[in-house]
Structure formats: structure tokens, C-alpha cells
């Protein structure tokens, strides 16, 4: 093909260059910007279809250039199914929510900045997918964080998003140091970040050392795929437009995790800690993401969870497969696919909801049946795509996962999956019966909804066919991937997979009768029999309130170094320390429950107490610069000495 | 080590100059009466001054005594303007820990060893004026710059402000 | 090369003086005896070692910190002018 | 064969163009109504000699073919020539020159603007010609004491400038700057001392030679501390950095960004140069871990006392003490990887601690110096703002942005040298960093105004601070103009190691 050249780099390339030039094409009009921003996705899209050719059936290609020639950095691209599928995945679906967002976004301010944002991030997802080493992996890691940070944040004006975009950023930043150190590790041991090197030459590393690499590596990606124990950020990063929590939160970026795992699955499959830690991670957080989206009323909370819930599933599966490319990892990358399918076209639908009501708030919502038929429809095969009731694309993905976490034999991770999948089954039906069923609430009743705009409608059309057909296509799927194994089509219909399907009626059950028949009361559920659970699934298992506190705490000692270096330690400690320790022993037995709080105002008020003598023997006075050099001067001595 | 064997019989005189140098160099610093503390701080240079005589460095001896002589003018003319009504409400407690510094700063000096003869790179018999005008005329020159620049500066510390100050209201 | 303790000593006696001192004389003084004590190595290594050279590194090192000392004069005498300072521990404004 | 005259010209073209400062401003002054264009004019033609002579000079250097890459330009060339004052022409040192050359140039455009014609204002100027000269006379300096000497030129004459505009808080900073300027002076006199008494001489290459063949260390020890120590000061290393924060938000922001570009920068290259190319190999006195504590308790610190403060321009000052931790971590690897990393970070660092402090500069002169008043400002001055993101983005290391491309060399050294754990730290560190800039960026773009603004932005002041953001995206992407003028410098590292 006449493309083949050049698309491994265009590929990445185009949409990064051209969304440089974003402002420029909005300096000419605004029709002009959509036909260039919708023109740069399908050249993508046609940039990496025209890779698929090029590996079939597990075949792969690294190109290469030398980027700083000096530091032996290279900049290439690694052409194997596993980059290929994701590339296509980042590319289809971004064609698609861009655009979707042509008529969604339209009447929004600040378009240029979220074409932008948009473009650079499909241009450094492909990069993140395609890159042939590890270090321009995790410059695109990075890349994807910051655009994930300038479109949460995108309507600036609202406090509640900018503080999201923050804490998105620094959440996914912790995650990112962790792999950076796992990188850099791996290079101390390698002297290289090419993956062609690691896969080679990893025997060559110790085993403890490899363990500790892997460990990071899989912490830095269980953030960036928002996993437990750093799962929050996403339910936070819902504050962005619809239209890019579908490409960012939904169907790509949160991937980023899944596949650095599958990427370093070949590596890593060795080690047995490794193994266990994903499996579990997964299982756990595909059971607590799923509680979590059954509590929420948000309505756009109910895809985050989701979200958040089937990468558990994803990673379980990884987790399962005891060796490179196995079934586990196999159902991992097919649930991948039709993941993206399902949640891009919930988030989809969701939009068009938003869109049409103003409101993310699901308990003003109800009967929107007639009003949105088509938006309906599309919800009803997101639920029953999502659940995995056949023969939508996620019954068979979920029936693998289900088929490789049962011949692991663990008997724990199964039954968490399997009520992971109840639950799947229960959030949906009742988002189901609280948007689109019943009666119509007395919001709604104010003003008349129509249907979403054609051009929306079309764009989630498509994700939904994809829900519809792709399962199908396991085989040739498969085939594409390079995957060894016996094909045995009743692996489908065995029962873990129809086991699948009967769970779903466990969780369906109280669903219905809840909310749709409404004969029990969810009130008095709540507040007699599940009072506990509900006030952890309120309040996220405490997550956040956790996190909250140790970054409170952690401004606190920094607040507590400055004024116990500069203002205790420094001055007052070689002067009144006796004093001092007097004072705070007596107010710590006097209030002896004091918290991590009370604590740094006892400091406080000890400070304010003694400022007085303080004042005398600030800090920022002379001798004191000379008597902090002198105590570097001894340090310096005493490890000179020691160390000589 | 020559030297110090020839040296051998004023060995005492200097050991006694070095015990005057930082007897005093203690007095300037320990006196209260401002005035007693600059005597003091004169006769400090004063005995470093003869301290290199005593050890053959005439030149190093008269550039001491020239500095000493400027910096001790210097003080008494400022002494006026610090000295201030307070007292020094010094604890014992400051001592203790000036002390305590002190001492630290000087603990190197008791792990070396003394007895180690070192290598000798230049010639005997270097006349002076040829060692600073000719082979260290760039140093000098770099001081002459750093005398410029103080020149160019010290202006700017001396005059009284009168321009408002951009970024004050 | 007793005489390294002795400058050592000098060394220890100009920094405790800037450590417990208040009076901005009595700093002044200080950072003189600092200096002083500084550059008498090379006096004592040059009549050690018999070379010249070490008394015009001893000058050229002294009329350095001699000539900033000059500066710090200048400027503690606007700060006593300016801010009414007579104490150096009042001189800590700067402080966060 | 380049001379001693072609050596010294950049330093003296600038110190008598220091000199003619004074008349010219003044001229401009009283006869051209105090035209900001001829007064650039005239600061730009001393730039454009010594860029001309810096030019020639590297051509010469790299175009010759002699035996060893560093040159040594003695002032006396007989048997003597040991103890003479010498210079020492080196690949690091020519590429040390022309960052000077660059950042000193955008921050003096940016000082002209800044500063303005103040009633002192060609004092200002002419020190800051004065400072330059004495910086890159520093930088090619053969012998420790001519090091020091010119070395101290530049520390006197930045006290000038932090003192300029004279508030009461500057004068307390500038005091306490000098002071410790002179104990750290009189430390490295006392240092040099000693090392003249083992030696006899304080030229670079016969240090290194007698050094190296030293069989007692007791004393090199005592030397070594006492050098060390007084150049930890003069570059602010935790805990003998008390004066930086002080002098640089006291400081006219003009100054902090000259001071922190060009005059940081240098302190870090004499501490380089000395612990790395003359005083000791590691393999003779085992130095590399002692800094690698202090290089760890510098960023700690430094990152740490930043993430407390509300005062923005003091929490920069923080991260220009942080920065010379992650400088320290390359010094410490002795590694060619190492001081490419670091000359890499000099360049890097000062342009973007340039950038920061003059972006505050503008901010400051809206009035604005908090935390809490930078509410907004992202909305209201754009290109403000969006110059203090990108700086912020590099001290935090995002990709593409150069600081990036400087942390992750300088952590690769730490790895080449086997110090991972000083990795660790870093990467820990630069977390901390991010989270401190990214409030800060939070700050301008999320809350509301506080108080109602007057005034557009300058727009003249946004020209160099635009050049910087250029250079720094530019150097983000494609890194490889510096590194091929890096190259030579830290192949360099191999002979000396070797010999």
C-alpha cells in the first residue's frame, strides 16, 4: 500500500503537529476549525487502519530514528497487534467523539483550547501505544496526563472543575513517579528503555530487582487505569464535557494501564507476586467499582464506576494468565475492545442526556422514554452490552475472563467476579429505571426535551453497532493477535460463561423490585439493614476522605518543618528545649486524644505562646545563617571522615 | 623545614606572640566598652603584624599593619554610630553554645597530622616584586576590578533614596 | 605547622563572635578577625616553605575580603541611618 | 594558537563598556529624553562585541588540532610558569561562556525595561556588565585564586544589585548576603591556604598532579572541607542557603532573574569545577556520597520550604535552592553523563528560573505578591500567565518542556553512578515540586480576582520573557543543539578521569 511508509509515523505525528495549528484554523472560522480538527481525526483513522495490513497475524515491526543522538535516545514506533489494536481503538474512537462533540461542544466557549486538547491527546495516546521504548512511553504518559489536566479543568470559570483538573493531575502524578522510577531501574539494570531490549534480556536481571520493577510499573499503572487504591480520581475528572470523558475517562487514556500491563505481561508473567497482585487488584476493584456506581445518583457517575469496574475485569484477566499471551491475556484485550465500545457509547448517551437536561443529578430525571427514543435504545444496548447478556460483545469477552479466572482454581477472585458481574447487571438496570422509566419527576415536567441532535445520534450509532457485531469477531480477532491456543467455540456457551448469565438475574432481582415495582423501600433498606454499607458506598469506601487527610497532613509537616526549622529548631531548640518539651508533654497529657490536627494547633498555640521571647531570636537573623553553616560544616566533616 | 630549625632560638618569642594574638582577639570581642574593645582589636593586629615579622615575611607583616591601621580608623569613626544604650543581655546560655560552635569549627585542627613533610614546587630566592608584577599581574588586575566595581556600587548604597519604588502602592 | 591551630583558633574565636555578638561593632570585628585569620596560612606555609609567593597570595586573598568588609561598613551604617539598628538580631525582617 | 588577549577579551570589553556606561546613560539621559530604544541600543552593543569575540574564540578552540583539549595560557612562559597567574580554555568552559552570554543578554534586555532610567539606574547597568565580565573571567580561569578573585568581583557587585532599590528589607537582605559571602570567602581563602602549603602552587593542573600523588590526606581533608564549604554558600546548598531566599525576594525582580540565570549558574560551575576537575578525583578522597546527603537534603528542603510559602517570588527563591540539588546529584556522579546533565541543567535551569522571577517581576509591579493576589491573573493577563506556565510546567519536569530532558539526564547520572536511592529522591522531590507549581497555576487560572486590576500588561517586558518561553519549548523538543555543544565537554570528563 502506498501509505505504508509513512503511517507509522503519521500516524502520531499528524494530530500532534496539527493541533498546533488549531488556533490558526479557528482564526479563520469556526466551520473552517470543525472541518479541519474532523479532517486531521479521519486521516488518523485511515493512518492507522492502514497499519492493520501490516501485522497481521501476530507480526510485528520496530522502525527507529535517533532523536538526541548524544544521550542514545531514540524516538520509533513498534508495529505488533497489541499497538496496532490500541492505535486503532485511540483513532476510531476519537474520530468519533470529535464528531460528536462538533454538536455537542458548539455553543461552548474556548473551543480552540479543547480542539487542541483534543488533538494533542489522540496524538500522544497513539504515540503512548506505538512507541518502541519506554522512555517515550512515558513521555506520552505524561502528555496524556497533561491533557487530561486541560480538559478536566476545561470550564475554568467553574472552581469545582479546576480543582478536579488538579487533583486529577496530581493523582496520576504519584502513579507517574512510581514508573518513572520503575524505568528508570530498569534502565540501571539494561542500560536501555527499548522494549526489544527488556523482552531479550530480562533474565538478566535479579530476581528481587525485577519483583521491585515490576511492582512499580504495575502501580503506575493501576493509577493511570484508576484502580484501587488510587481509583478516585476518575469519579473526579467527570467534571470535564461529556465528549471527553467518552475519550479520555472512558474508552482510551484510562487504557494506558491496561496496556502497559499487557505490553509488560511477557515480562512479568514470571513473577508469581506479580501475577496475584493484578489478579486481585482487579477482582477487588471490578467488586468495588460496581458497589460504587450502585450508589451513586450521579448520572454520569454511573460510567465512571463502570469504568473503573471492567479495567478490574481487564486486569483480573491479565492477572489470570499465568503466561505470555495466554487465554487471560487474550479475554483481557477482547474485553479492552468491547469496552471501548460499550462505555464510549454510554458516555455517549449520557451526553446527549446532559445535553438536553442540564443536570447530572439522576433523581430529577425519570420517563425520558418517550421523549429520547433513540437515546433509549442506545442505553439499552449499553446495559445489555455492558452486562454481558448475549450476543452483545461483552458476553463473550466476560465469558473468557470468567473461562481463565476459573481455571486459575482461586476460589475468592472467582466469586468476586462473578458479583462483580450481579452488580454490573443491578447499577445498570437501575440507571435504566431512573432515567428512561417511570414516571416523569417534577424537574423535568418544567420544560419539554427533545431528542439529541442528529449528528450525535449518528456518532453514538456507530460505537453501538460496534457493541452489536464485534463480538463475532473473535476468531479473526484472535487470528490478528497472534494468539496460540486451541479455538473451541463451546468455550462460549460453557458454564462459566452462561454462569455469567444467570448472575445477572441475582442482580436484577432487587433492582426490580426496588425501583421499578418499588415494593420494597429503599429508604428504610437504607437506613435499617444497609445503614452500614451505605454510608461507606456514600462516601466512596473513604477514599477520598483518607487521601484528604494524609495530604492535609502532609501540608501540615511541611507547615510544621518550616516553623520547626526556621522558628523551633534553629533558635528556640538549642535555647529552650527543656522548656519546650516540658510545655508540649504537658498539653499532649493534658489533651491526650489529640488527632494529627489538634496536634499541629497545639504547635501553634505554643508558638504563639512563647512569641514574645521569639521575637527577640527570630528567625532570618544573622547568626543564625552562620550557626546553620557551621552545622553544615560539621556534617560535611563528619562525612568526609566517615567516609575517607 | 629548614626554616624552622634556623628558627629554632626566636621560636619562643613567636609561640608568645601567638598567645598575645588571640588572647586579644578574644578581649576585642569579648569587651563591652566599645572603646577598649578597638584597643584591643589594634593590638590584636599589631602582634599578628609582628607575629610575621617574626617569620620572615616582611611584606605580609606591612600589608597587615597598613589594613590594620585603615580598619581600626574605621571603627573608631563608626564606633559612635553602634554603639547602642542597650545592654547585652547575652545568657549564659548563648556562651555556652558560641562556645560550643567554636569549638566544632576548630576540631579539624586536631586530626592533623603534623609531621608530614610536603613537596616544595617553587624556587628559593623568588624576588617579591618580580612574584607580584609579573607573575601574578592578572590577580592583581582582578583586584583592581574588584575595587571598580565596589566604586561603581558603593554609590549606590550611600545615596538617600528619593525615587519611588516600583511595585509599591 | 602549629600554626594551623593557631589560625584555626582565630578562625573559631571571629566565628563565635558572629554567633553570640549583638553589637554590630563587635560583627564587624568579627568578619575581620574571619578574614585575618583567613589568609594567615599562606604567611605561615610561605616562611615555612621559604617562598615569596605565598606572601602575594596572602596579600591579594587579605585585600579582598578587606575591601568587601568596606562595603559591609557602608552598608550597616545606612542600616543603622535608614532602619535605626543597632542590634544584628533585629535585622531579621525577612522571614516567611 | 589563541592568546591571553583573545581569552580575556569578552571580560574586558564588558568592564570597559561598564565604564562608559555611566557618561552614556547619562547622555541619553539629558540629551535624548530618555529613549528606551537608544539606551537598548547602547546595552546591546557591548553584547554584540563580546558575542563576536566569544564566536571567534570557540571557532579557534574547536577548530584547532593540538594535542590536549585544555588549553592552558600562561602569563609567564618560562620554568616559572606553575605559579603564574594562568587561564584554562576547555570545551565546558567556552560552552559555560555562551550560556552567560545568552541568559546575561535576555535578562539585561529585560533589566533596561525593567529598571528604566532611575536616578541610579547606569550604576545598575554598568554592575551588571561588571558582574558578567567577572563571571566569564571566573570561567576561564587556570588558578584558584584567580578563580577566587574574579569570582568575588561578581558576588560584590550582585550585592549592588539586590540592594538597589534600597527598601528596608533589601538592605537587611544585602547585609546578610555580604556577610556570608565573606565567611564563605574567608573559608576558601583559608582552603586555598592549605593547599598552598601542600602544594606550593594554585594552579589547576599542578594541584590535581601533587594531589593525586599525596600520601598523608589529613590535611587535603581539612582543605577540602573548608573549600567546599565556602562554595556551598556562595551556591546555596541546604543548609548554608539561608541568604538566597532572603536576597532574592528583597531583590529587584530584574536581578533575582540576572542573578539566578547568570550568577547561580556560575556558582554552580566553580563548585563543579573545582570538586570535579581539580580538587580530587573521587578515587583519592571519597567525596561523591557526602555530597550526594547534602544533594538530597538540598532538594528536600529546598521543595519542602517552597510548597509552605505564600510568597510567590520566595517560593521561586525556594526552587532556585532546590535546583542546585538536582545540580549537585550530576556533580556527584563524575560521570560523563553527569556533567552533561549538569551543563544541560545550568543552561535549563537559569533560563527558567529567569523566566519565573521576570514574570513576577511584572506581576510585582501590578502590585500583586502573594499567593492569594494571583487569584485570577491567568484571565486577565494571558500571556503573562500562560509564560508562568510554561515555567512552572519545566521546573516540574512535563515532557517536551527542556526540563524535562535536564531532570531526566541528571537522574540517569545518579543511576550511572550507582546512587539509584539519590534517584528515588529526586523523582519523590520533583512529585513535590509538581504539587506546589501546579497550585500555583491553580491559583491563577481557578480563583476569582481578589481586587479589581488596573493596568495592561507591559509589553516590552514580555518580549524577553517571550524569548525564553521560545527557547525553552524549542529546547523541550529538540535538545540535541545543546547536547552537540555539550558532547566534547563531557567526553572531556574521560581524559581527566584517565590521566
Redesign the interface.
Known sequence: MILEPYSPWLVWLLPLFSSIFVPLASKVGSKFRDIYVVGVGMFTLIFSASLISMVYSGRSVSLKVIWVPRLNIELGVLLDPLSVLFANIVSFIGLVVLVYSLSYMAHEEGLTRYYFFMLLFIGSMIGLVIANNLLQLFIFWELVGLCSYGLVSFWHKRPEAVKAGIKVFLMTKIGDVALLMGILLLYANLYSFSYEQLFNRYGEIAVPTLTVISLLMLFGSIVKSAQLPLHTWLYSAMEAPTSVSCLLHGATMVKGGVYLIARTHMVFSSIPLWLDLTAWIGAVTAFVGATLALQTSDIKGVPAYSTISQIGFMIAAFGAASSPKALGWFAGLFHMVSHAFFQGLGFLAIGSIIHQLGTRDMKRMGGLRSNMPITFILSIIVILSRSGIPPFSSFFSKGLIASSLVSTGNLSLILLIYSAAAITFAYSYRFLVLTFLGEKSSYLRRFKVHEAPLLMCISAGVLAAGCIIFGFFSVPFMRFLGVEFKFDPSLFFGFESLGFVGSLIVGGIPIYLTYQRRSIRIEELKSKYLLFMNDMLRNGYYFDWIYGRVANGFFNLSSLLRSSIEIKVLERLPYVVADNAMRLARFTLLNFDVTLTRLTHLIAEATAYHGLKIRRIHSGALPHFVLAAALGFLLLFILLILTT | MVILEVNVDVLSYLDALALILLVTAFLAIHFKNAFYSIISFGAMFVSLSAFYFGLNAQFAAVFQLVVAVGTIAVFFLVSEVFTSEKDEDETVKDRILGVIIALTLSIPSFIIDLKENHLLLSPRGLSFPYAMWRLRVLDVIAQGVVALTLALGIMIILKRRSVKVMGEK | MEYIILSMTLLAIGVYGLLTKRNLLKTLMSIEIIAAAASMNFVVFSSLLGDRMGQVFFILALSVDTSITAVVVALLLVANRELKVSDIWDLSKLKE | MIGLLEVAAPSIIL?IS??LT?PAVNLIRRRYNQRFSILLMWILTPFILVGASIISLAIKYHGQSSLSPFLRIF??SDD?S?????FLVDAVSIYMVIVYFIVGLISCIYAVF?IGF???SE??F??MF??L??VM?ATFSG?L??L???W??SA??S??LI???????S??????Y??????A???I??G???I???????NFW?VRA?LASL?????L??A??FV??GY??ESA????H??LP?AY??A?SSTSAFLSAVVDQASYYVFMRVLVYILTPPDI???P??LA??SALTMT?GN??A?????VK?MISYVCVADIGYNLIAITSVKP?GV?GNLFFFFVGGMTTALAFMVIGII??L?LKSLDDLSGIG?IFPMTGFALVVAS?SFSG???LAG??AK??V??AA??ADM?WL??IG??N??LQ??YL??L??YM???KVKKRLGGREPKNLLLPVYLLVASILILGVY??IV??M??PAAQQLTLLLSS
Open positions: 568592564i561598564a565604564l555611566l602569563l609567564v616559572l606553575h605559579i603564574s597567574s594562568s525593567y532611575d536616578d541610579l550604576r545598575y554598568a554592575l561588571m558582574v565580565g567577572g573571567a588558578d585564586l584567580t577566587f578573585i574574579f568575588e568581583v560584590a557587585g550585592c549592588f540592594i538597589y532599590w534600597k527598601k528596608p528589607e538592605i537587611e537582605a544585602c547585609l546578610k555580604l556577610v556570608m559571602i565573606i565567611i570567602s574567608a573559608f581563602v583559608y586555598l591556604s592549605i598552598y602549603g601542600l602544594v606550593g602552587s594554585l599542578t601533587a600520601t598523608d590526606k589529613s590535611l581533608i581539612v577540602f572541607l567546599v564549604c556551598a554558600i546548598v541546604v543548609p548554608f539561608m541568604w532572603d525576594t528583597a529587584p578522597l571519597n567525596w556520597f557526602t546527603v547534602f528542603v519542602l520550604f510548597l509552605a510559602q505564600r510568597d520566595r553523563i552533561m510585582n509591579s502590585g484571565k510546567l512535563i515532557p517536551t524535562f530532558m531526566y539526564m537522574f540517569t543511576i550511572a539509584a534517584a528515588v523523582i519523590l520533583s512529585l509538581t504539587a501546579v497550585r497555576i491553580h487560572y481557578a480563583k535538545p540535541s547536547l552537540e555539550i558532547y
